[in-house]
């Protein structure tokens, strides 16, 4: 689907036009301030809808009404102005018959702003060229959804980084301190219970010297105390047995010390397990944190390939870290020749319907960027507007003040 008539009056420089192309290329030439912008600027207007519609006086000074008629062989379109209002847009097919869709739902399916300004792409920075590239190319996951839990796991793995650095540097730990704090409450009964001992050993040493006196005093008056001596004798071999087995005494001037010290190792103590605590801390921190380091080399792996799959408009096409790539390099670094081409070739993929382009500011293409538009243009049969100032051009549509010079 191609222009086969334009015919615009009243719109903007423009009084009143009418041009049948010829050929793919079509040139629109002319002094400047003489109406070859509104030229191409009536063709976005009446197929862009409201994006293309946003100038604030599409009526030329002087009127109070404007028209613009785009016959695309299928389908014609009638944009209006009456009084400075824009009337309802009206599309008909080539019959006269009104096509089913609603007209402006019908013309944003044909008409994409980058493929009907295919130079565009050159002027858009790396995101929106990413973005513009991506509409064109099938990647089997969802790259919005990869880029946010990318994010998330590189804002993970910072925060994780930050509280790892704000604990500092691992602490020296004592591998010979127990882990649990010493009772004092416990270090004193030891201490009483080595007294009580002492005592009880004390006392049954006493108790051990009476016997033994009395022994003396009975064998002193052995005459007649046979039995009571016996008895006693008995008395003293038990409470000899029950001293020998008693335990010594354990020294008490070490538990002493050791109370008096309990404090000493139970901050030390403290400090050890409060070392264990943190290294463990920076430790864990530093797990998790390489767990979000392979969660974003997983992600950015599961996202260059599907990139790696995905079939692009035009070969050498691709993506690098700072937005599309061409052959292997930054796409703002390839040659204009090579921008040129690629654009144009992504606008022809945009649209296959609708073959009509346009080139605002033409005059700063050079001869061989001409030629490539020319071949492409030829080669994949689009239509292209092109508009450049001066009238040397013997194939151009020149304008002057409005209306096609004659």
Do not use: C
């Amino acid at each position: 689907m191609k222009i086969i008539n334009l015919q615009v009056e009243n719109y903007k420089r423009l009084k009143a036009i009418d041009i049948t192309p010829e050929g793919e290329l079509v040139i629109v030439g002319g002094r400047n301030a003489q109406g070859k912008t509104s030229v191409l600027d009536s063709i976005w207007a009446a197929l862009g809808g409201g994006a293309a519609n946003k100038s604030s006086q599409p009526i030329r000074d002087g009127e109070d009404n404007a028209t613009i008629r785009v016959d695309l062989g299928d389908i014609v379109v009638t944009r209006s102005w009456k009084n400075g209002k824009p009337q309802p847009l009206k599309v008909l097919n080539a019959d006269g018959s009104k096509p089913q869709k609603p007209p402006q739902a019908l013309l944003d399916a044909l008409v994409g702003k980058l493929s009907f300004d295919p130079l565009e792409f050159t002027r858009m920075d790396s995101k929106k060229q990413t973005a513009a590239l991506l509409d064109l190319v099938y990647v089997e996951i969802d790259l919005d959804e990869n880029e946010q839990a990318r994010s998330a796991a590189y804002e993970n793995r910072t925060e994780l980084g930050r509280q790892a650095k704000a604990l500092g540097e691992r602490l020296p730990v004592s591998a010979t301190l127990p882990a649990e704090e010493q009772s004092a409450s416990d270090i004193i009964a030891k201490i009483r219970a080595a007294h009580q001992l002492s005592e009880d050993k004390l006392q049954a040493n006493r108790t051990l010297e009476s016997h033994l006196a009395t022994i003396e005093e009975i064998e002193s008056r052995i005459s007649g105390l046979q039995k009571e001596l016996a008895a006693e004798r008995e008395a003293a071999k038990k409470q000899h047995e029950l001293f020998k087995a008693m335990p010594e005494a354990p020294d008490v001037s070490a538990i002493e010390d050791q109370l008096s010290n309990v404090e000493k190792t139970n901050n030390e103590i403290r400090a050890n397990n409060a070392a264990k605590a943190r290294n463990a801390a920076i430790v864990e921190a530093e797990r998790v944190r390489e767990t979000f380091t392979s969660l974003i080399e997983s992600l950015d792996k599961e996202k260059a390939d599907a990139l790696a799959k995905a079939k692009f408009p035009v070969d050498g096409l691709g993506f690098g870290e700072n937005g599309v790539t061409f052959n292997g390099i930054s796409f703002d670094d390839a040659s204009s020749a090579e921008q040129i081409r690629v654009s144009f070739a992504m606008a022809i993929a945009l649209n296959p319907t609708l073959r009509v382009a346009r080139i605002l500011d033409g005059s700063l293409l050079d001869a061989d960027s001409m030629k490539i538009l020319s071949d492409m243009a030829v080669d994949k049969d689009f239509q292209v507007w092109i508009e450049r100032v001066g009238d040397g051009d013997p194939t151009a549509v020149i304008i002057e003040d409005g209306e096609v010079s004659v």
